[in-house]
């Protein structure tokens, strides 16, 4: 049984930093990764990164977050800076198997302050 657990959200003020944390169980993961959903928008990527250490950044973020992973424990990090008001939004956690199968943790909520 595949289960994703997220750690890491909370309430900071413009300019701040925070580090969202995302720990899988139950497979082997291609692809993990954050998206993030405002309210009353779409969810939408925020940064992917494969087995091989690839990233892949939404152009909203880059230079401000940065997505690592420690194979070994199944787990993926993702550091923001530098934060900015449209950064609020829940944020989820995205795993996908080897047989391109997603699962999706049960979302953080981040909220940067003006």
């Known amino acids: 049984q595949v289960q994703l657990v997220e750690s890491g959200g909370g309430l900071v003020q413009v300019g701040g930093s925070l580090r969202l944390s995302c720990t899988a169980s139950g497979s082997i993961f291609s692809i993990m990764g954050w998206y993030r959903q405002a309210t009353g928008k779409e969810r939408e990527l925020a940064a992917t990164?494969?087995?091989?250490?690839?990233?892949n950044y939404a152009d909203s973020v880059k230079g401000r977050f940065t997505i690592s992973r420690d194979n070994a424990k199944n787990t993926v990090y993702l550091q923001m800076n530098s934060l900015k008001p449209e950064d609020t939004a829940v944020y989820y956690c995205?795993?996908?198997?080897?047989?391109?199968?997603?699962?999706w943790g049960q979302g953080t909520q981040v909220t940067v302050s003006s």
């Open positions: 995205n795993a996908r198997t080897l047989g391109n199968k997603d699962y």
């Open positions: 990164i494969n087995r091989s250490g690839k990233t």
